[in-house]
């Protein structure tokens, strides 16, 4: 199976991403914190045998991402009225590359681990759609064979029921179905005050938290 790996992100600009962590932290040190969680990313997707994409939200300077994503074979912007069309597009145009699975996250997971990516490929093999759900009731993991608009469409997002709202589209439409591990991510100051204790040791993110929490930005 000729896989591809997706990072959906927003650039780490200071102001403009995390947003939600403030004001426990600046908007510098939000952007700090995305930085570190993109570099924690790209070294567990660098681990495994697919191919690395990153799309990204379109303010900014995107050639910031080729030094965080070292060996990513492509970044293009994200397009679309709205989240889940912005996500269609992405996994679209990564499978129509010659891909027979794309699986797209997102970039506020800095507890991934490449067995959370290899489940979900496993999933694929004998799936059509797979979802990685969240704590919170979202998902911060979807992985496909082929393009599959109607998952996305008349979708809302950012409340408790959006994995399974996406699961029950998978049902309508027919496709079949397996799920991958639960992830946990960072959206508010709770989940970042957790991360503290769960930060992996030597980690980007963990080495950011440490600094942050030895000058008195974090308790």
Same mark, same amino acid.
């Given at each position: ?40 990313? +790209?070294? #567990?997707?660098? $681990?495994? /045998?697919?191919?690395?994409?990153? *799309? ?7 050639? !910031? &991402? ?34 027979? +699975?794309? #699986?797209?996250? $997102?970039? /506020?997971?800095?507890?991934?681990? *490449? ?7 496993? !999933? &694929? ?34 409340? +408790?029921? #959006? ?9 309508? *439409? ?46």
């Amino acid at each position: 199976m000729k896989r591809a790996l997706l990072c959906f992100t927003r650039l780490p600009v200071p102001g403009r991403t995390k947003t939600r962590l403030m004001p426990l932290l600046t908007g510098e040190e939000c952007a700090a914190l995305h930085t570190a969680f993109l570099r924690d990313i +790209a070294e #567990v997707c660098g $681990g495994l /045998d697919a191919a690395l994409y990153a *799309a990204y939200s379109p303010e900014g300077d995107w050639t !910031a &991402l080729r030094g965080l994503f070292p060996t990513a074979q492509g970044f293009f912007p994200q397009s679309g009225a709205g989240l889940g069309e912005r996500m269609h597009h992405a996994l679209t145009a990564v499978l129509a590359l010659g891909y027979d +699975a794309c #699986v797209l996250i $997102g970039s /506020d997971l800095p507890e991934l681990t *490449a067995g959370h990516l290899t489940a979900a490929f496993s !999933a &694929l093999e004998s799936a059509e759609v797979t979802l990685g759900p969240t704590a919170d009731g979202g998902y911060y993991l979807v992985g496909l064979r082929k393009p599959f608009a109607a998952l996305f469409t008349g979708q809302t997002y950012g409340h +408790a029921s #959006v994995y399974e709202d996406a699961a029950a589209a998978v049902r309508a *439409a027919g496709r079949s179905f397996l799920p991958a591990p639960p992830c946990r991510d960072v959206d508010v100051p709770e989940d970042l005050r957790r991360l503290l204790e769960t930060a992996r040791p030597g980690s980007h993110t963990a080495r950011l938290l440490t600094d942050l929490r030895l000058e008195g930005r974090l308790k």
